[in-house]
Nanobody, 115 residues
Framework: QVQLVESGGGLVQPGGSLRLSCAAS????????MGWYRQAPGKQRELVAT???????DYADSVKGRFTISRDGAANTVYLQIYTLKSEDTAIYYC?????????WGPGTQVTVSS
């Protein structure tokens, strides 16, 4: 059983920064890849960023240059650093991990961007 727990969300003013964390219950290098999705109110869940077992990262066009995904193997944690937050970044952010065709999800952490 794999457990993923996100943290770091909250209320942030536009232009601010935030770092989200995703702690895994097992060695993150067991996963083929990990990533972050988000779901804004009334919208579909969308992929934000991914990192594969080799460390290659990829980002949605809408967040390139503002979001950075990284990992700490010793802590079994993946991070999502968000800069220059915008109101449209308001969403629940979910961590996901994949082993072959199996995907695991965390419960999500709310990020609200508002003045």
């Amino acid at each position: 059983q794999v457990q993923l727990v996100e943290s770091g969300g909250g209320l942030v003013q536009p232009g601010g920064s935030l770092r989200l964390s995703c702690a895994a219950s097992r060695n993150i290098f067991d996963f083929n890849g990990m990533g972050w999705y988000r779901q804004a109110p009334g919208k579909q869940r969308e992929l934000v960023a991914t990192i594969n077992v080799g460390g290659v990262t990829d980002y949605a066009d809408s967040v390139k240059g503002r979001f950075t995904i990284s990992r700490d193997g010793a802590a079994n944690t993946v991070y999502l650093q968000i800069y220059t937050l915008k109101s449209e970044d308001t969403a629940i952010y979910y961590c996901t991990a994949r082993i072959l065709r199996y995907a695991f999800w965390g419960p999500g952490t709310q990020v609200t961007v508002s003045s």
